[in-house]
């Protein structure tokens, strides 16, 4: 699910899982690390139910994908833009790191839907970080689309199939 800040993919990804039967995962790449995110973290917990498991993987999401697989498994990761931004804080290999998740996606037996931010629908960010994450944003996203079987852009709180 691609979709712009506050456009409703992740209520829309949420929904798509839960009218699946299996074993549910939240993927979470998100860090409390202020008031703000905590408080929004604490949202999103609220929103689901006893029948979500939260996995938090800020960094290895595809060790967590993996760990989530199996023929009955519903996952759902949410979002892919805040792991790049954490693989960035870390400076970590953010091309091998797609890399492996595009692999993990490619292994997994049940249904897993991702969510992710379009960033590169606006202007072109003023100062070299921005224009690196939104670049690395881009280029993430692509090779996750190519990965995967679906892909749904959500505007407004609607969907419109891309893939």
Known sequence: MLGGARSGKSRYAQARAEAIAGRHTLVA???ARDAEMRDRIARHRADRDQRWRTVEAPR?????????????????????????????LAEA???????DLCEAIQR???QLILVANEVGL???PDNALARRFRDEAGRANQAVAAAAQEVQMIFAGLPQRLK
């Open 29 to 31: 790449t998100a860090e």
């Open 60 to 88: 290895d999401l595809a060790a967590a994908i993996d760990a989530a697989n199996g023929a009955d498994a519903v996952a759902l990761v949410d979002c892919l833009t805040i792991w790049i931004s954490n693989l960035m």
């Open 122 to 124: 606006g202007i072109v």
């Open 93 to 99: 290999d953010i091309d091998a790191a797609t890399r």
């Open 108 to 110: 997994f037996e049940g």
